[in-house]
């Protein structure tokens, strides 16, 4: 199950990753309205135990994960606390999701701000809104997911880590986790996004 704040650009993405993998054991829910990510943790925590006491065990889920950006979110740290304590993950975007599209177009390691970054990344897709164009992420996946690694790295080296690991994205492991999944639950190792 993925739980996002995002009410357009995120669920889009996670819906997007799901028909392209035919991953329909993949549940995304948007937390509509400005939620800041502690919320938005118990808020997955609550569906996940919902989902438990409906069908049993793992409520049908391998795993929780909450999507969310760090351009506003003072209470991150605590999220990420409540989280690791509660057996949530977190695919943390960093100022916002949209960085995690652009490095399916384009290399990007420097400091951004939000703005610069949904500037650049409708600059490089063409996207007039927050709608995104698929075709022009499909068959990107593994170059943003190696862009994405190389940022990570880059701040571990300089010692940095949320908040201020700008600009950053695990987004990948989450959807490498999903890519994995459909590969072994269909045998088709050729399987990708």
């Known amino acids: 199950?993925?739980?996002?704040?995002?009410?357009?650009?995120?669920?889009?993405?996670?819906?997007?990753?799901?028909?392209?993998l035919n991953s329909f054991g993949v549940?995304?829910?948007?937390?509509?309205?400005?939620?800041?990510?502690?919320?938005?943790?118990?808020?997955?925590?609550?569906?996940?135990?919902?989902?438990?006491s409906a069908f049993g065990e793992s409520g049908g889920y391998d795993a929780t994960w909450v999507a969310v950006d760090v351009d506003r979110h003072a209470k991150l740290p605590a999220a990420m606390e409540l989280a690791q304590?509660?057996?949530?993950?977190?695919?943390?975007s960093n100022p916002c999701f949209e960085i995690w599209l652009l490095l399916h177009l384009v290399d990007h390691s420097a400091f951004a701000e939000t703005k610069d970054i949904v500037t650049k990344w409708r600059m490089k897709s063409g996207a007039t809104d927050k709608s995104i164009d698929w075709t022009k992420l499909v068959g990107?996946?593994?170059?943003?997911?190696?862009?994405?690694?190389?940022?990570?790295?880059?701040?571990?080296?300089?010692?940095?880590?949320?908040?201020?690991?700008?600009p950053?994205?695990?987004?990948?492991?989450?959807?490498?986790?999903?890519?994995?999944?459909a590969r072994a639950s269909s045998n088709n190792t050729e399987l990708s996004l």
């Open 168 to 181: 950053s994205s695990n987004i990948d492991e989450l959807v490498r986790l999903l890519l994995d999944g």
């Open 85 to 92: 304590r509660q057996g949530v993950s977190m695919a943390i």
């Open 27 to 52: 549940s995304v829910k948007c937390v509509p309205g400005k939620v800041d990510p502690q919320r938005l943790v118990q808020k997955a925590v609550e569906l996940r135990d919902k989902e438990v």
């Open 1 to 20: 199950m993925i739980v996002t704040e995002g009410e357009v650009s995120e669920p889009q993405y996670f819906e997007f990753v799901r028909t392209q």
């Open 140 to 166: 990107q996946f593994e170059i943003a997911e190696k862009r994405s690694q190389g940022n990570r790295v880059m701040h571990e080296r300089d010692g940095k880590s949320h908040p201020d690991d700008n």
